[in-house]
């Protein structure tokens, strides 16, 4: 006799739940399960690759009709209907079309089963242990089943031109980006290669996957661009046209950006550089996933983000060996934060003591014996030029170092 107060139907029957204790108990199995789907997709290494605010939402939204789903099967012991899986199928489909292989996609729905299967039995009672192995068959075949479901999705895309076309697409983005010729596509007349491209790369923050997938697909709509995802955002390879050194591409590129929210920070950042030949895509792209980043990492207003502007943060962002070693100059102001707050706005005020004193609002004497108490401390002096560079870029290292700048 099951733990539910009813023996469980195995074989080729489902679990069925009727009794009052036994729904008692799945609902409140059905409840703990879905409060486990917040945040645990960073647990699992096959979304490390795509980027967040994407998974955030999708993740959320598939698994979230998954256990519902589940738990409904259990309830009713009616497997779900093409209709009922309809909106898992296409949220697999969205993660092919970007260029998933349909093994990987179909690999997190058992990567998932089991990773909520194993947290529900490390914190199982006696009782609703006993319920989760009766049920462990009919979970096997529910995710059977669904993936089922998106294989043959996929098997009838397959043969459909317009996904052919993506994949070749694809390759070609591919190509382009790590330097090698597509030679093979170079001379069709269905996807034509530009010789020169504006290399914009998107860095996404925050968790709205909605409005990411629509700038997206706004992206994607340009005449003649190559999209590819990556972990962070994607990249578009935008044809120039002949005589533009970039500036009218990345103006047709701005207008078809979603206006920025007046008073908010900005949901992404591009960074973005004029490649004149293919030969200079990789450096280019290298750069602005640079620039993307410090978008993300330093929270500028300001989405788009060029080498003109960023010249000197470029310059700290590069220095991968020396970067770890700026950013513990300050170390020894952590544990004296109104001395570090009096260098952020000693710095941000262009090293300007009385305009410091004033935001601080305190007097421009105090200002200095804390600049004093700056260089007592860090062995630099703020007043000295070559000091105050060295504690510039040490304070940018910093910034970049506690956002995880990965380019």
């Known amino acids: 006799m099951s733990s539910t107060g009813e023996a469980p139907r ?119 242990l006993e319920a989760l192995l009766d049920v462990s068959l009919t979970l096997m075949k529910y995710v059977t089943l669904v993936t089922a479901r998106i294989a043959a999705a996929a098997t009838q895309r397959s043969h459909d031109p317009r996904w052919e076309l993506l994949e070749r ?12 010729d597509p030679v093979e596509w170079a001379n069709d007349p269905v996807i034509p290669v530009a010789e020169a491209f504006l290399v914009a790369v998107f860095r996404l923050c925050g968790t709205n996957g909605g409005p990411a997938s629509a700038l997206r697909h706004r992206v ?25 050194d970039g500036a009218g591409t990345l103006a047709g590129l701005t207008a ?11 949901p992404y950042w591009v ?20 620039l993307a980043e410090l978008g993300r990492c330093l929270g500028r207003r300001d989405i788009l983000c ?29 544990a004296q934060p109104m001395l570090a707050e009096t260098l952020e706005v000693f710095v941000d005020s262009g090293f300007n003591q009385l305009a410091t004193a004033r935001q601080l609002n305190v007097h421009r004497n105090t200002v200095t014996y804390r600049l004093s108490r700056v260089n007592e401390l860090t ?22 170092e506690s956002a995880s700048f990965a380019p």
């Open 10 to 128: 195995r074989g080729a029957d489902r679990v069925r739940v009727t009794s009052p204790a036994g729904i008692r108990l799945f609902d409140e199995l059905h409840r703990r399960a879905a409060a486990m789907v917040d945040g645990f997709y960073s647990a699992l290494p096959p979304y490390d690759q795509m980027p967040q605010s994407l998974v955030e939402t999708d993740f959320a939204r598939g698994t979230k009709l998954n256990v519902d789903l589940f738990f409904d099967y259990l309830r009713h012991g009616a497997e779900p209907s093409d209709e009922d899986t309809r909106e898992l199928v296409e949220i697999a489909m969205e993660r092919v079309r970007d260029g998933t292989p349909l093994p990987d996609v179909l690999d997190r729905y058992r990567l998932g089963a089991t990773f909520l299967f194993e947290r529900l039995r490390e914190t199982a009672g006696p009782g609703e």
């Open 169 to 180: 697409r694809r390759g070609i983005a591919d190509a382009l980006l790590t330097g090698q």
């Open 220 to 244: 994607e709509a340009i005449p003649g661009v190559f999209l590819r995802l990556d972990a962070g955002g994607w990249t578009a390879l935008i044809p120039l046209q002949p005589g533009d």
């Open 256 to 266: 078809r950006l979603p206006a920025q929210q007046s008073g908010q920070a900005p």
């Open 271 to 290: 960074g973005v550089g004029a490649s004149r030949s293919r030969a200079e895509i990789p450096a280019m792209y290298a750069e602005a996933r640079v």
């Open 306 to 334: 060029r080498r003109t502007q960023l010249q000197f943060e470029y310059t700290v962002a590069v220095s991968d060996a020396a970067r770890p070693g700026l950013a513990a100059v300050l170390a020894p102001l952590d």
């Open 379 to 400: 062995g630099l002096d703020p007043h000295r030029p070559a000091d105050a560079m060295t504690l510039s870029a040490a304070r940018l290292a910093r910034r970049l």
